[in-house]
């Protein structure tokens, strides 16, 4: 909501304002007392999913998908360290006879890359025969 008082205004037309992450429309406001029009979008990452290239046996919203049966929300706030080990493996068929490279990504639950802003990461898969 926007409280406005001694007659301000706030003008959130220009393209590159942060009205749909606050959940106003591009408007010039000036009411003393206005509630968005839209829901708040400042949190749009609800999950981070773990893709790797070479397994199978993956679905994800019922199309196949590259992605390890682990998702997570991060614990911390913004800019902090996120340290995540999950409790339960889930092993998948690997689609090579031999491993020469891997190819990882982190994503959102609508498959969005996620701009980690070039931090480091550091990922650890566990390979077993079966």
Known sequence: MLILENNYHVDFR????ICSLLGFNHDLYTSDYQESENPVNILSV??????????SGSYL?????PTIFYSFFPAVSPGYKIIET???LVYLLI???????IETSLT???GQLLNLR??????????REI
């Open 14 to 17: 220009p393209d590159h304002s």
């Open 46 to 55: 609800n999950s981070v999913l773990v893709n790797i290239d070479i397994i």
């Open 61 to 65: 919203n019922g199309l196949r998908n």
């Open 86 to 88: 999950p409790a339960n």
């Open 95 to 101: 689609t090579l006879d031999a491993i020469y490279s």
């Open 108 to 110: 959102d639950q609508n």
């Open 118 to 127: 070039g931090e480091n990461v550091t990922i650890t898969f566990h390979v």
